[in-house]
């Protein structure tokens, strides 16, 4: 610390009172003792005036009333945005303020809370504090909380000033709760005891069993399981205009955060039909008070003694993590619903199946366990046991009485789940069941199942809409199966995908392909469908070292001209000096690459192993070359055909074949990459066909001819039907297949024709050079094959030189 720093300290402590002073440092170290220091550096800046500021903050409080201190980065503070407070302990505080600042949509970078025990005067002056120790040892006195909440360097004024206005909101509101939890304890202990003497007394319009049950029930909750938020007590009264029942709530009874004055209108769901003992639901507004989650409602039909059901007695709450973990067995109603679907199904309770359907019901949400009858628990169970062995992905739907959501209960295949399913199939079940909203709750754990649990919000719930204006969500069994097999394509995998595509190949075997869709990179499985990989696998598969593959296609959806060409390559990689100028003499330019590589395991057969590449160039073809070429549209002869590998083989010869051909050639070294190439897209040539104009352009050179090559290459691009008029008078006169003089005759008047039609004199002097070597050619080798019919690797033709 330097000069400066300690008389600053100094002069800061001399403004507090004496009995502090001395105090300093160990409030200050009890202030940080349960924040690890390294991570409070990375999330604050100007930590060293946190504990001063929240100390002068603290110095004046009267008890029952919250400090609370918002800092702006630019204030001054040196603490930067940050909001502080001081306020008597509460339960539920440090919950109900974080889920408020994430409704408001504040990120948090920390959170700093300790708690003392202070000591104040008459005017709420601090006179002492010290750390408030759980095993009761620390000092006496008034309990408080002093929260200090960092939040995100970048957060906006106008964020700030929500959270200046919502923060003391909510502090005023688990107070509220707080102070009514006893008397929702009691009012909950006392109905429990009245459930009890009714069932006893046997004048209550429910069953004995019924009664005990729900008694039951709500000292469970009691103890540990539901964390109390609120409750009222409602009365039924018959609508004279309308002639319905509705429910009216009594003010007086209104506790925690029912009470008219909490802030949050949790659309209670009182106006019903008939009226269980038990109702048990899910609420649709998440409570201000505790976690940002939706809360449960427990309502309990009220009735007079001589069993007239009057009204109701509505508690509300959040259902602790005990709760969660609870065995159903032990849970009163519950147990009984659980036995019941169990027996019903045929099972006894301790054989292998029964316990296997009561670890399925075990892991079921809680708040779908509540609210699910025993006949429901059965179906959804037995289904379930079934899903694992198949492979399934199965859905289960209930609406919720009153319209307001549809539970969505997905089981599938633990490897199925991954983030991007679950947001393809929330997409799906908000869209298809016409809801606002969703949330979800996702179990993953050492079974073959993932289970995921949907809430799906409906608009009539969002909007206050009626029922009777907006048609209710179909839960109806053909649209679930109809909603299943879209969630069941949604979770499928690639690999999944694959195999049901070499499932009905005849050309691999499922286990060729199974070490393939091992090796295929997941760039690859992102980019390429299962479809596409079969006929890839198949290409790989008769691939060898230093060896190469090619495929030419146009996505469907690509812009004019847009093709792409994927190499495959046996052994190590190539760079793409080496793929460049082949592509680009055959007249594409390469717009971008993209690689995969595989590592292959050499199969227990003997199968192919090693390394293998692909590469996918994507490619574009000029429009003018598109116009001028003779094929009619090279961007359909190039759509992705949708053939399986299968037919590979198959494919129509055209302009993918002397592609791919031309670009062998050129690797293996057969034919040079020059601009002649081009001729392959725009005379529709065969690359060995482009090297008899290529012998002749050479030749022009060799006997002095005064135009170059360059120029040569252009005209003949310029006039591909000319090119391709050369090349069919060339076979007619040396094809020994389809040798004719008089089809010879015929071409040489159309080309005469046709280069008369040519107006630039060079582009005249050019082709009629070219023509007279045809012409003056006795005898070539070019249709000369080997015993294997192979032709030569190069091309000769003996001219006359006086012609």
């Not at 925690?256 to 949790?266: H, K, Q, S």
């Not at 050129?666 to 020059?674: K, L, P, S, T, V």
């Not at 007279?772 to 015993?787: E, P, Q, S």
Request: glycine share 8%; net charge negative; proline share 4%.
């Amino acid at each position: 610390m330097t000069v400066s720093s300690e008389l600053s300290s100094a002069a800061w402590a001399a403004g507090l009172p004496q009995s502090l002073r001395g105090e300093l440092a160990t409030l200050e170290e009890a202030y940080f003792r349960h924040v690890d220091a390294g991570d409070v550096d990375c999330a604050i800046t100007g930590i060293t005036q946190i504990f001063r500021r929240h100390l002068e903050l603290a110095m004046m409080r009267r008890p029952g009333r919250a400090l609370v201190r918002v800092y702006h980065p630019d204030d001054g503070s040196g603490i930067g945005a940050a909001v502080q407070i001081v306020t008597d302990d509460m339960p539920l505080l440090v919950e109900s303020i974080s889920s408020s600042l994430s409704r408001i949509g504040v990120s948090v970078s920390e959170i700093i809370h300790p708690i003392f025990e202070v000591e104040r005067d008459g005017q709420g002056q601090l006179t002492h504090a010290a750390a408030h120790e759980v095993d009761g040892t620390g000092a006496a006195g008034l309990r408080e909380s002093w929260m200090h909440v960092q939040l995100h360097p970048s957060t906006s004024a106008a964020l700030l000033a929500k959270v200046e206005s919502a923060v003391p909101d909510v502090v005023d509101d688990v107070r509220q709760v707080i102070g009514d939890t006893e008397a929702i304890e009691d009012v909950q202990s006392k109905l429990a005891d009245d459930l009890d003497l009714a069932a006893q007394s046997g004048s209550a319009p429910f069953q004995p069993a019924e009664l005990t049950d729900t008694a039951n029930l709500l000292r469970w909750l009691a103890g540990g399981n539901f964390t109390l938020l609120g409750y009222a007590r409602y009365r039924l009264n018959t609508d004279s205009d309308q002639g319905r029942e509705t429910s009216t709530v009594l003010p007086a009874t209104c506790l925690g955060v029912l009470r008219p004055d909490v802030g949050t209108d949790f659309h209670v769901p009182v106006n019903g039909g008939d009226r269980p003992l038990l109702t048990l639901t899910q609420g649709l507004v998440p409570a201000t008070v505790h976690r940002a989650v939706y809360p449960y409602f427990v309502s309990v039909a009220d009735f007079e003694a001589d069993g007239t059901v009057v009204g109701e007695h509505l508690f509300i709450g959040v259902f602790t993590v005990t709760a969660v973990h609870e065995n159903v067995l032990d849970i009163p109603v519950i147990e009984r619903r659980v036995r019941s679907a169990i027996e019903e199904s045929g099972f006894d309770l301790d054989s292998f199946s029964g316990q296997a359907m009561l670890e399925v019901i075990q892991s079921f949400p809680r708040t779908e366990l509540f609210s699910a009858d025993g006949e429901t628990l059965r179906r959804t169970a037995t289904a379930v046991l079934g899903v694992s062995l198949r492979r399934q992905v199965r859905l289960f739907l209930r609406a919720d009485t009153y319209g307001r959501y549809v539970a969505c209960l997905v089981y599938l295949p633990r490897d199925r789940y991954t983030t991007s399913s679950r947001l393809e199939m929330q997409e799906i079940l908000v869209r298809e069941l016409g809801g606002v909203s969703i949330d979800y709750s996702a179990r993953v754990g050492e079974s073959d199942l993932a289970r995921v649990y949907f809430t799906v919000r409906m608009p009539e719930a969002e909007h206050g809409v009626s029922r009777r204006t907006t048609p209710a969500a179909d839960t109806s069994e053909p649209n679930r199966l109809r909603l299943q097999n879209l969630l069941a394509e949604a979770s499928r995998t690639w690999d999944d995908r694959l195999n049901d595509e070499v499932s009905t190949s005849t050309v691999l075997d499922p286990a060729v392909v199974q070490r393939y869709a091992e090796a295929f990179p997941e760039g690859y499985k992102q980019d390429f469908a299962a479809a596409r990989a079969l006929a890839d696998i198949v290409r790989l598969e008769r691939l060898r070292d230093g060896r190469i593959d090619q495929y030419l296609y146009r996505k469907p959806d690509s812009a004019p001209g847009s093709w792409r060409f994927t190499l495959y390559v046996g052994g190590s990689g190539i760079s793409l000096s080496q793929v460049l100028p082949l592509l680009q003499s055959l007249g594409v330019e390469v717009v971008d690459e993209r690689p995969y590589q595989l590592e292959l395991e050499t199969a227990a057969d003997g199968g192919t192993g090693g390394e293998r590449w692909i590469y996918d160039f994507g490619l574009l073809a000029r429009p003018e070359l598109l116009r001028s070429s003779l094929d009619r549209d090279l961007d359909a002869e190039l759509l992705e055909s949708s053939k399986r590998a299968d037919v590979l083989e198959a494919e129509v010869r055209g302009l993918r074949e002397r592609f791919v051909e031309a670009f062998e050639a050129m690797w293996y070294g057969r034919a040079e990459a020059d601009g002649l190439n081009e001729l392959v897209l725009r005379g529709r040539l065969p690359w060995r066909a482009v090297s008899i104009l290529r012998t002749y352009a050479k030749y022009l050179q060799q006997a002095g001819f005064p135009y170059s090559q360059a120029n040569i290459c252009r005209v003949l691009l310029t006039y591909p039907d000319i090119a391709r008029l050369f090349v069919d008078l060339f076979a007619a006169r040396f094809d020994p297949d389809t040798v004719s003089p008089e089809h010879a005759e015929e071409l040489e008047i159309r080309v005469r024709g046709r280069i008369d039609e040519v107006v630039s004199l060079d582009a005249d002097r050019i082709l009629r050079a070219i023509l007279g070597l045809i012409k003056a050619t006795l005898r070539t080798n070019y249709y000369v094959t080997d015993v294997e019919g192979k032709p030569r690797d190069f091309v000769s033709v003996k001219v006359e030189p006086r012609e």
